[in-house]
């Protein structure tokens, strides 16, 4: 049974940064299409980067050039360093995984697996 775990979340000014870690449990990561995702209350969960299992990564227009993913097989991590943060950025963050997806690489139905969800805060 594959479980992730996040951590790193937590309350930044503007302009900060904070690096948010995700832990899969049950197999080895380096199997996985791996992902970030964010939802604020009352909307709907938004896909902000994604690895696939060779490495490829994709980011959402918003976070480009700020947020980075990357993966540590080694440690079965995945980690989204996130700089330059604004306050729209504020929202619970999720890891998701999924053995095999042909899917877009952002879209929430193609992941099977998912953390409990670490909440990220930027204050203006």
């Known amino acids: 049974q594959v479980q992730l775990v996040e951590s790193g979340g937590g309350s930044v000014q503007a302009g900060g940064s904070l690096r948010l870690s995700c832990v899969l449990s049950g197999n080895a990561l380096r199997y996985y299409y791996m992902a970030w995702f964010r939802q604020v209350p009352g909307k709907e969960r938004e896909g902000v980067a994604a690895?696939?299992?060779?490495?490829?990564?994709t980011y959402a227009d918003s976070v480009k050039g700020r947020f980075t993913i990357s993966k540590d097989n080694t440690k079965n991590t995945l980690i989204l360093q996130m700089d330059g943060l604004k306050a729209e950025d504020t929202a619970i963050y999720y890891c998701?995984?999924?053995?095999?997806?042909?899917?877009?690489?952002?879209?929430?139905?193609?992941?099977?697996?998912w953390g409990q969800g670490t909440q990220v805060t930027v204050s203006s």
């Open positions: 998701a995984a999924v053995f095999f997806t042909s899917g877009p690489p952002l879209s929430e139905s193609g992941y099977d697996y």
């Open positions: 690895i696939s299992n060779i490495g490829i990564t």
